[in-house]
């Protein structure tokens, strides 16, 4: 790596969803350059540790990037929620950090507490508000969190509070209406994420993050900017930026990856975990 590369111009609970079985395709490992995630709220009951488990199980890459709201301090100061699904999570991204991944934490608004050790390595994680990726066919993308250009976090932080708690009553809907399911036979669908892109303000307020999360990674002469936040994954061009949202492992359970030739695509463990890795093994028996 460059001796310039950390400059600062950079960086119940819930079940397995129904019909997919978590021990399939053992030993089957997808290969990436870099592997983005975010907003995975370790601490509350509306995290998908176990798929999440399993998604770090079947992949790995070279860099990962964790793009905040990892752990949520804001849920963990009111009760505290720490399953044992939540710490072998922590324990696995560390495992990579030894095994020799570069692995780089950008703190969120629910873990803001981090952002006071930034420039600090902790087993192998480096901390940064903000950092600059280069793919493989050399586009510089710039990492944040995005919190930074929340309306509601900038000018009412107590506001952001009490849509919290909302949310996080919406995501407790969520598990139970996600357990009915289940019984019934049907797969997993995020009611939470259906209301919330439903809702018209949601819409706009989506477009006007994104617009102004692209406009930054502009000024930065970046060709592209990753972030999360907003639990709303999606990859588009914004004029001449390539905007880039890893998504969630509350909702939808989906992550930003990089391939060896510098391809991005956005991937959605819960849908495409098992074609995914059934084309893995195709490929295999080919070669």
Not at 68 to 81: C, E, P
């Amino acid at each position: 790596m460059p001796d310039d590369y950390y400059k600062m111009q950079w960086p119940p609970a819930p079940q397995e969803p129904a019909n997919i079985k978590l021990d399939d395709h053992a030993g089957r490992v997808l290969s990436f350059r870099t592997i983005w995630i975010s907003d995975i709220h370790l601490g509350t009951r509306g995290c998908q540790a176990e798929l999440l488990l399993d998604f770090l199980k079947h992949t790995e890459s070279e860099y990962l990037y964790l793009v905040g709201d990892i752990v949520d301090g804001w849920q963990l100061r009111k009760r505290w929620f720490w399953p044992q699904a939540h710490n072998d999570v922590v324990q696995k991204i560390l495992r990579r950090a030894r095994k020799g991944a570069q692995v780089f934490y950008v703190p969120g608004n629910h873990d803001e507490a981090a952002r006071g050790f930034c420039g600090l390595h902790f087993g192998g994680v480096y901390v940064t508000n903000e950092i600059v990726h280069e793919t493989a066919t050399g586009k510089r993308l710039l990492i944040l969190h995005g919190d930074q250009f929340d309306a509601v976090m900038s000018c009412a932080k107590w506001l952001a509070h009490l849509g919290d708690a909302a949310y996080e009553f919406a995501l407790i809907l969520n598990t139970v209406f996600n357990a009915v399911r289940r019984k019934l036979g049907f797969p997993y669908w995020s009611l939470s994420a259906y209301l919330k892109h439903k809702v018209k303000n949601a819409v706009e307020h989506i477009s006007t993050f994104e617009t102004f999360i692209a406009e930054r990674a502009k000024q930065n002469q970046a060709d592209g900017v990753v972030c999360g936040h907003i639990h709303h994954a999606e990859m588009r061009q914004i004029g001449n930026v390539l905007y880039c949202n890893d998504g969630d492992w509350v909702e939808s359970c989906t992550a930003l990856v990089e391939d060896m030739q510098g391809n991005l695509s956005i991937i959605n463990w819960s849908k495409e975990r098992d074609n995914l890795l059934e084309a893995l093994e195709v490929t295999k028996q080919v070669a």
